[in-house]
């Protein structure tokens, strides 16, 4: 409905009610002799008069506040509605006193004339100081979201120093099951990455002393060893049990300790973000075989103990010359060649291996490259060569 129609109905009632009010007060009055046509005239003349100017006074107001508004910012008006909302109730809780004066009436319009005065003053005061306001509230804020980062802060070293306890605790409870073990500090700890468990060379390294911490495996490492170890793929299943066999080893070996903790990062979710987030937190290396590991935990300032770069540091397990049998799994991706994997994983590409895809074979490495990525070996078919021989000394005879 617009606002001019919203006018006239309110000038009809007006009029009407004015012209019935008027009408009757005359019929009813004794002392007025007058005619009923007389009555009628008066009565709808009133009701004219009243419908004019109940038009004029309902529509003038309504289109200068329509304009105020149009002109009007978004925050001015909602300023406008804060400060008559309080204006307003100020205005309640006043009544309330000002109704019980009796003096000269005092108490029937003093609480109308308080509400108005007090809608004009909370309207006046939150436009003209809207921009105070804001900044004492976007302060208070700021204050409020500051307090509330320091005590999560404080709560996260609470749950850090107690994950730290449990973590005591649970070595005491090691340490206990190996009474001639009972070193004379508290070993440092070395959070252990599924790919090093995987790889199986750290149980070799452990055996050697050259680890003199505490292993430390999260549950959530155990876990991922675990759904590896339940994968469909045959080649990933293997090396999820190897893992856990490694691991089984590890905590039978006396030379090491190796603990399982609960502690975890909850609002992280990969598993590689999460050792990273507990080695800053405990101030602690992460041993592993990942090189993408290596990289994101160096960037953020991480230590790291890679077994590949150790193994590159070292001799090479196999050099050029040796023998060995691996299973050809799948086609290489130069022509002819096969690819299979030793237990840790290691690739051993097989040139003139396509063929004896799915048996296993008799090879003798030819190339060993090793770089912190990892392995590779390059080898040849001694099937090849013996099959060969013959065939040449027939050609010549």
């Known amino acids: 409905m617009t606002g001019k129609l919203i006018s006239r109905v309110i000038g009809l009632v007006v009029a009407i009610g004015v012209g019935l009010a008027v009408l009757f007060n005359l019929l009813s009055e004794p002392k007025i002799h007058l005619g009923t046509a007389a009555i009628a005239g008066i009565a709808v003349l009133s009701a004219l008069v009243a419908l004019i100017l109940s038009i004029w006074i309902a ?4 289109r200068w506040v329509r304009d105020q508004i ?3 910012e978004v925050s001015d008006v909602i300023a406008a509605v804060i400060g008559l909302i309080v204006g307003l109730i100020i205005a309640a809780l006043a009544s309330i006193f000002l109704s019980q004066i009796t003096f000269l009436g ?3 319009w003093l609480p109308t004339l308080t509400a108005i005065l007090f809608a004009y003053v909370g309207i006046t005061i939150a436009v003209l100081r809207k921009d105070d306001f804001g900044r004492l509230f976007a302060s208070a804020a700021t204050a409020g979201r500051a307090a509330r980062r320091a005590a999560r802060e404080e709560r996260d070293n609470d749950e850090s120093e107690d994950r730290d306890d449990h973590a005591r605790e649970d070595h005491a409870r090691l340490r206990d099951r190996f009474p001639g073990r009972k070193p ?4 440092d700890r070395i959070l252990v990455d599924t790919s090093a468990i995987i790889d199986g060379r750290i149980a ?7 680890i003199s911490g505490m292993l430390v495996v999260p549950r ?3 876990e991922e060893l675990q759904h590896i170890a339940d994968s469909a793929d045959s080649m990933r299943r293997n090396r999820g049990r190897r893992g856990l066999e490694i691991l089984q080893r590890l905590q039978k ?7 399982i903790t609960d502690a975890d990062a909850e609002s992280i979710h990969e598993v590689d973000a999460k050792l990273v987030k507990l080695a800053r937190q405990w101030h602690c290396p992460i041993i592993t075989n990942d090189f993408n590991l290596n990289r994101v935990a160096e960037l953020q300032g991480v230590k790291v103990l890679n077994i590949n770069e150790l193994a590159h540091a070292v001799k090479p397990i196999l050099l050029p010359g040796e023998e060995m049998s691996i299973k050809i799994m799948q086609d290489g991706k130069e022509i002819g060649q096969g690819v299979g994997y030793l237990d840790d994983g290691t690739m051993i590409v097989v040139e003139g291996g396509k063929q004896f895809i799915g048996s296993t074979v008799d090879v003798t490495v030819t190339r060993v490259l090793q770089t912190v990525a990892g392995r590779m070996i390059f080898a040849h078919p001694k099937q090849t060569a013996a ?3 013959p065939a040449r000394r027939t050609g010549t005879a």
């Open 220 to 222: 959530f490492v155990l």
């Open 387 to 389: 099959n060969s021989a």
């Open 106 to 108: 005092l108490g029937h």
């Open 59 to 62: 529509l003038v107001p309504y």
């Open 204 to 210: 070799d390294i452990s055996e050697t002393g050259f």
């Open 184 to 187: 004379a500090r508290q070993p």
């Open 70 to 72: 149009r002109r009007a």
């Open 253 to 259: 070996e006396p030379a090491v300790t190796v603990d």
